[in-house]
């Protein structure tokens, strides 16, 4: 069975310009999460997904961030435009759905930002 | 806030020495305590959890134990090998499905 699927693994772009990354759970897994990594740093949540509904994005920068997830399946997180200070690792992760016991997340090899 | 405080790394070991990875945690209620494992260019793989109080998780020689009254979670394992190396994570989780994240602890296992 395949992993959870992150394109692209790496990117380099200017700042003040959009950059999007694309993600791609494990068949079957109904909750959706992205996390942001800052080097020497554990994952922070940006945003989790049940389905297509974003349930919890209380940490995502709305002003320059922005996600979808059609169809309750792939998802996209967006920056524009892009600043120095986003450079980072961005995380996929899914797992099974929610509700009260705790469900193992998968995590995808995530895509390196680098704003120039 | 919940948060998750780990020993500081880089941490180097000599093949088939003992290893003692801190972890404490601050919660309200009773998380329930994950170890995961971030491997070179690879993404974060759950090691093992404890749900409840003195609960052990155990996992590929790795164990660690679920401590109330010192809000601890140690990572331990008797002898480490080279294939260790990585990067180790004590995180938690007070509703199943968010979690936070301690900052890592980066192990390198010498020949």
């Known amino acids: 069975e395949a992993g959870v699927v992150q394109s692209p693994r790496y990117k380099i772009i200017e700042k003040k310009q959009p950059v999007a990354f694309w993600c791609n759970p494990i068949s079957g897994h109904n909750t959706l999460y992205w996390y942001l990594q800052n080097l020497g740093q554990g994952p922070e949540l940006l945003i989790r997904y049940e389905n297509e509904e974003a349930v919890d994005d209380s940490q995502l920068p709305k002003d320059r961030f922005s996600a979808e997830r059609l169809k309750g399946v792939d998802s996209t997180l967006k920056i524009q435009p892009a600043e120095l200070g986003d450079s980072a690792v961005y995380l996929c992760?899914?797992?099974?759905?929610?509700?009260?016991?705790?469900?193992?997340?998968?995590f995808g090899p995530g895509t390196r930002l680098t704003v120039l | 806030g919940d948060s998750v405080t780990q020993m500081e790394g880089p941490v180097t070991l000599s093949e088939e020495a003992f290893l003692t990875i801190n972890c404490t945690y601050t919660a309200t209620g009773y998380p329930s305590l994950f170890w995961y494992v971030q491997y070179p260019g690879e993404g974060l793989q759950l090691l093992l959890k404890?749900?409840?109080?003195?609960d052990k998780g155990s996992n590929k020689g790795f164990e660690a134990t679920y401590r109330k009254e010192t809000t601890s979670f140690h990572l331990e394992k008797g002898s480490v090998q080279v294939s260790d190396s990585a990067v180790y994570f004590c995180a938690l989780s007070s509703n199943g499905q968010n979690f936070v994240f301690g900052p890592g602890t980066r192990l390198s296992v010498l020949p």
């Open positions: 404890a749900t409840k109080a003195d």
């Open positions: 992760a899914s797992s099974q759905a929610g509700g009260a016991s705790y469900n193992e997340q998968f």
